[in-house]
């Protein structure tokens, strides 16, 4: 029985393995997720080694040197100086730490409320279960993302915790709206019939037989969202409700450095590259990833 | 079996699909013959290759990923697989017809019946003088198409849209639209499985009499014997790529030599009511590693050595009747 | 007839709906011994599915009642005990979308036993392997495979063993083989009249095959435009099948023999097509497309005789009991 087991278990994971390598094929066919990938790993691995790897990694806080100020890109700053004297590419790798925190902090508690509720909304549909949901989730719909999160962060004082819970607090109905269509259609699998024939609970169906069918989905689109987050807290950052000086916000830094534009372009250029790109390879992974969740036709 | 050269042949096709896993090597040599005025059946199971089959001698098959690894489709002894794509365009248009399984997928939603209609008989027929029919031919053409399918008020079948007609009424449709031409050889790709027994007796009939008055050729691919037996003449079964017995339709059925053909027949439930048979024992084979020699080998009760060596040869059965399978090797002399 | 395991009496489900209401199953009577196959045969829009879905609990009827082993349960799954949902359960058609592809098999069969609480842990999956060697499926290769990986034939045994999980006594077998190739069909029909035997079951076997009927079934039951036409033994009924839209179906059937060919009643009368449930016709709903149609045909409905034991027509040819020759 234990070889057995054993054998079972090897069998399972060789199977994963499998699975594994097809998903890489499908998501290595386009190119350009590839890079996108290759550019997001390199920038999560400079983020997280910013304190050993940023040149002056004491710029990142309140520091001055106004003898090195406005000084433009040289060998000694990559990408030159801002004001009162800070490397700016230290600045920018401590940066990428807070924009990446903020998005996987607010995707984790935008998402799983969102996905929670659209579930229940769409085993539901048809009942006054839904229609409470659904219309709250309209409601905020309603209203542009960028306006909400900018009352809401208003109201509060500004830091970095309010900030990713007014960003979270827009951020959920996408999700609600994203998983109601996805389980509405879903309750009518015969999966979901047998289930509920055989008595099981409402919570198997929902999170054993309804979620892991909308994983797909729900990853893809998480994705793409970290791109979209980061240039909301950029820009809410930008208008001065973010992240507080001295802290290197992306947002922020392009916010000090527009004020000196055209002259100190590269106080500005620079951060506003980093937001660029890392939202670029977001978006690229993106469509790597519907590449790989898509039904095969061969 | 007559002596002319065929209407279409297919020689020892060979075609396999390039995957993530590999190279599926699916169809294994498929040789088989329309002539002229005849009815041919190809038989076979899901993932037996019929469809390949099919889509390969329209060229439809998409490639990449699909690759014809060798082989040759001669219609009227021209190389479809070679012709240039107006000649192919020309064949299609004047020569070719299909019917697929999915009459929703050969319609398009968004026209009206009569639309696709005029579209098809204002492209594919000329007066006899070659000039392009007139505006009233092309309707008084396309109303009789659908009359002759058994079609009731085709006036008004003309302007409704494809969801608004029933399965049976669209499948229809579709024979109207094929037949509708002077087309010489009608591919049907299991064109009934989706209806009703009583909505396929009646449209089996009816394309019956249509191919009879046209004189046109048909090769019907179907899983159903009950359908072949009624339709064809003669039929070619099809297994794991390569025919595996060919022979006239209702001798073959009555007697089937190659084991996987006998296990097919055991397997038909019969109006009869004797039980049904255990079935025949494993599955199709993987296309990316497929057997040695004989496909059916390891699911064959009749197995030898030799089978696991080399693909057998077609033997003779019986009248007409030939069948791929080293029982029926005569002993040398 | 012994007491019988199921019955439906004067069982009904309408469905309203924009166009108007839909009458799926209108008034019908069966009785099921147990140990029986009961085949209910009928095109698409007859009303069968509807049927066997009233019978698990998808639907609560509109009118009419379902008696389990004399008790009633004419009422949605949900409102259903845990023993009943325990007793009766369902093989879907297609298994493609009735196994949940992103679990796996050990998962998909554990749930009916952890929600029944009827094994876990270690014996949990004892149980499972038992499960799947019952259906010829060897537990090391499929325990963790998931269903997009295994053919169509192998889903269905798995549905089948998943069905069996609670030790049931009454299955509803809707189109099991409908979506398999003659040689798979085989081989499931056969594993599931050797576990009749084995288990003591009772089948309602959902289909639209009247060959395959021929083959499996104790009983059969023809419905057409949500009413049954006749029900009759097997035997019986396809050594004298009485109702015009039965001798109409046989007729249609392709057959591979010429034995066959002689048992089909004469070739070539199947016309029309089966109407909207929406707008049945009144009388006889099959007058439309009857070839030994009456005049009173469209205007009464005929009501159920039982020509010979066992033997119930609903057709105005057969006005009264009456010997038949």
């Keep these: 029985m234990r070889d057995e087991t054993k054998a079972n278990l090897l069998a399972a994971w060789r199977q994963r393995r499998r699975n594994l390598a097809h998903g890489w094929y499908k998501y290595s066919r386009n190119p350009l997720s590839v890079i996108g990938l290759a550019v997001l790993a390199l920038i999560v691995l400079v983020a997280i080694l910013a304190p050993y790897i940023a040149p002056y990694p004491g710029h990142a806080k309140a520091y001055t040197n106004f003898r090195e100020a406005s000084q433009p890109p040289s060998a000694k700053h990559f990408f030159g100086t801002d004001r009162i004297g800070r490397d700016i590419f230290s600045r920018t790798l401590f940066g990428y730490r807070f924009s990446l925190m903020i998005g996987a902090v607010v995707l984790a508690l935008g998402v799983a409320p969102g996905v929670i509720l659209g579930l229940l909304a769409g085993y539901r549909r048809g009942t006054w279960i839904e229609v409470v949901i659904m219309r709250v989730t309209d409601v905020f719909l309603a209203v542009p993302p960028l306006v909400l999160a900018l009352a809401i962060t208003a109201m509060l004082t500004p830091n970095l915790l309010n900030q990713m819970m007014a960003i979270a607090l827009v951020w959920w109905p996408w999700y609600s709206r994203l998983v109601f269509s996805l389980a509405s259609s879903l309750r009518n699998e015969y999966f979901v019939k047998e289930a509920e024939l055989t008595g099981a609970s409402q919570f198997h169906i929902l999170f054993r037989e309804i979620l892991p069918n909308c994983f797909a989905p729900i990853m893809t689109k998480m994705t793409l969202d970290m791109g979209l987050v980061i240039l909301i807290e950029s820009t809410l950052s930008f208008v001065g409700l973010g992240i507080q000086p001295p802290k290197p916000a992306l947002g922020t830094m392009v916010a000090e450095g527009a004020k000196r534009l055209p002259a100190e372009w590269w106080s500005t250029i620079f951060p506003a590259l980093a937001i660029v790109i890392v939202i670029l390879a977001f978006n690229l992974i993106g469509d790597g990833l519907r590449d790989v969740f898509a039904v095969e036709d061969v | 079996m007559p002596n002319r050269s065929p209407l279409l042949e297919v020689r020892s096709l060979h075609v396999g699909f390039r995957i993530f896993e590999g190279h599926l090597r699916v169809l294994d040599g498929v040789t088989l013959s329309v002539h002229e005025g005849e009815r041919v059946g190809l038989v076979g199971e899901t993932g037996c290759g019929k469809t390949t089959t099919v889509k390969s001698v329209l060229r439809v098959l998409p490639m990449p990923p699909a690759k014809v690894t060798g082989g040759e489709i001669l219609y009227r002894g021209r190389d479809v697989l070679k012709m240039h794509r107006h000649a192919l365009h020309i064949l299609r248009r004047q020569e070719l017809t299909a019917i697929f399984q999915d009459p929703l997928q050969s319609l398009n939603p968004v026209f009206t019946i009569g639309s696709q209609l005029r579209d098809i008989v204002r492209d594919s027929m000329r007066t006899p003088e070659g000039k392009p029919l007139s505006r009233r031919e092309i309707e008084a053409r396309c109303i009789q198409a659908l009359e002759e399918t058994g079609m009731p008020d085709p006036a008004r079948i003309m302007s409704n849209y494809p969801i608004q007609l029933s399965g049976g009424m669209r499948q229809r449709v579709c024979i109207a639209e094929a037949l509708s031409t002077n087309a010489r050889l009608l591919l049907a790709d299991e064109p009934t499985t989706n209806l009703d027994v009583t909505i396929q007796d009646q449209i089996l009939r009816k394309l019956d009499r249509l191919v009879d008055q046209k004189g046109a050729s048909v090769l019907m691919i179907t899983h159903s014997m009950g359908v072949v037996r009624d339709l064809t003449q003669r039929i070619y079964i099809m297994y794991a790529g390569s025919v595996v017995e060919t022979g006239p339709t209702r001798q073959l059925l009555a007697s089937p030599r190659h084991p996987y053909t006998e296990g097919l027949m055991a397997s038909v439930p019969r109006l009869t009511g004797r039980g049904v048979s255990e079935g025949i024992p494993g599955r199709i084979p993987n296309y990316l590693a497929p057997p040695p020699g004989c496909r059916f080998h390891p699911r064959c009760p009749h197995r030898m050595p030799e089978c696991s060596v080399e693909a057998p040869p077609m033997f003779d059965v019986g009248a007409d009747q030939r069948a791929a399978c080293y029982l029926y090797r005569r002993p040398s002399p | ?325």
Excluded at chain 3, 222 to 247: C, N, R, V, W
């Design chain 3, 1 to 325: 007839m012994t007491e019988p395991i199921l019955e439906a009496r004067g069982l009904t489900k309408f469905f309203p709906t924009k166009r108007g209401t839909v009458r799926a199953v209108d008034q019908i009577d069966f009785a099921m011994a147990p140990g029986d196959t009961l085949g209910l045969v009928g095109e698409s829009g007859s009303g069968k599915t509807t049927t066997a879905q009233c019978v698990v609990g998808i639907y609560a009827p509109t009118q009419g009642d379902i008696l389990f082993q004399g008790r009633s349960i004419g009422a949605t799954a949900a409102k259903r005990s845990r023993d009943l949902k325990r007793e009766i359960r369902i093989v879907f058609q297609d298994p493609g979308s009735s196994l949940n592809p992103k679990r796996t098999i050990k998962q998909i069969l554990a749930t009916p036993l952890a929600v029944h609480r009827m094994a876990s842990g270690r014996e949990q999956l004892a149980r499972i392997s038992a499960l799947l060697e019952r259906v010829e499926l060897p537990p090391t290769e499929y325990l963790y495979k998931h269903p997009q990986s295994i053919g169509g034939g192998e889903k269905q045994m798995v549905a089948i063993a998943r069905a069996l999980a609670t030790d049931p006594s009454f299955v509803v077998l809707d189109e099991p083989t409908s979506a398999l190739d003659v040689s798979v069909q085989a081989k499931i029909i056969n594993l599931l009249l050797g576990l009749q035997k084995e288990m003591g079951l009772t089948y309602l076997f959902i289909t639209h095959d009247m060959s395959l009927m021929r083959n499996a079934a104790s009983r059969v039951a023809i419905m057409y435009l949500g009413k049954l036409s006749e029900i009759a033994d097997t035997a019986d009924f396809f050594q004298m099948p009485l109702h015009p839209y039965t001798k109409m179906l046989l007729s249609s059937i392709p057959v591979v023999s010429d034995e066959e060919e002689s048992l089909k009643p004469a070739k070539g009368i199947s016309r029309g097509e089966i109407p909207s449930p929406v707008n049945v016709p009144p009388g006889c709903s099959f007058h439309s497309r009857c070839p030994s149609r009456m005049e009173i045909c469209d205007k009464v409905d005929p009501t159920t005789v039982e020509v010979a034991p066992g033997h119930v027509v609903r057709c105005h040819l057969f006005p009264l009991r009456r010997e038949i020759s």
